[in-house]
């Protein structure tokens, strides 16, 4: 297999660099990670909710998928396989992970900040963290990441009934810890 410069490279689609990477072109799994890189960092910082545990994460899953390559089976696209790659490695790390202090007991310094946006983002990720694991899962991927639902399936691997049930859970539980009625109007 001749060896491709960079711009050919960015040409390819992903199904095509997978496999030139498994083909031995050492330069075609380094274009899949300049493609996806990002979007797996955002993925496993709303999984984690810890930059830092994030970072790990995502570098665990792109050693995995670049070990791994050869059992990508092409069913899905290789977006869908890093997903659920990237979920994977965040909750192992998250499994792993041992508290070192009870944040309970501490106040923040400034609890908000008085940006409207800052605030809502902020109190939508404390209430994402009030979920169960499966919900916030599936609501990050679907609302978040935009991925369909069956893609979301793929990369949580399970049913797309599953999927569909969690993020509506999820979402109303998410209103409810929002304090939004059904009509999207604040309670609170």
């Known amino acids: 297999m001749p060896v491709a410069g960079p711009a050919e490279l960015a040409e390819l689609d992903d199904h095509e660099l997978l496999r030139r990477h498994q083909g031995g072109d050492a330069d075609a799994f380094g274009e899949i990670f300049r493609r996806h890189r990002d979007r797996m960092?955002?993925?496993?910082?709303?999984?984690?909710?810890?930059?830092?545990?994030?970072?790990?994460?995502?570098?665990?899953?792109?050693?995995n998928a670049f070990r791994r390559a050869g059992s990508f089976r092409g069913d899905s696209q290789v977006t869908t396989w890093l997903h659920r790659i990237t979920v994977n490695?965040?909750?192992?790390?998250?499994?792993?992970?041992?508290?070192?202090?009870?944040?309970?007991d501490h106040d923040p310094v400034e609890p908000r900040d008085a940006h409207h946006s800052v605030e809502v983002r902020l109190?939508?990720?404390?209430?994402?963290?009030?979920?169960?694991?499966?919900?916030?899962?599936?609501?990050?991927?679907v609302d978040m990441h935009g991925l369909s639902v069956a893609e979301?399936?793929?990369?949580?691997?399970?049913?797309?009934g599953t999927v569909k049930s969690r993020c509506s859970r999820g979402r109303e539980a998410m209103a409810e810890l929002l304090g939004l009625r059904r009509d999207g109007k604040a309670t609170r």
């Open 89 to 104: 490695a965040c909750l192992d790390r998250i499994r792993r992970q041992r508290p070192t202090a009870d944040l309970a």
């Open 41 to 63: 960092w955002a993925v496993a910082l709303r999984t984690t909710r810890d930059p830092e545990v994030a970072a790990d994460a995502v570098q665990d899953a792109f050693l």
């Open 152 to 160: 979301a399936a793929a990369v949580l691997e399970v049913a797309e």
């Open 123 to 141: 109190d939508v990720q404390e209430a994402l963290a009030h979920l169960p694991e499966g919900q916030r899962l599936a609501l990050v991927l």
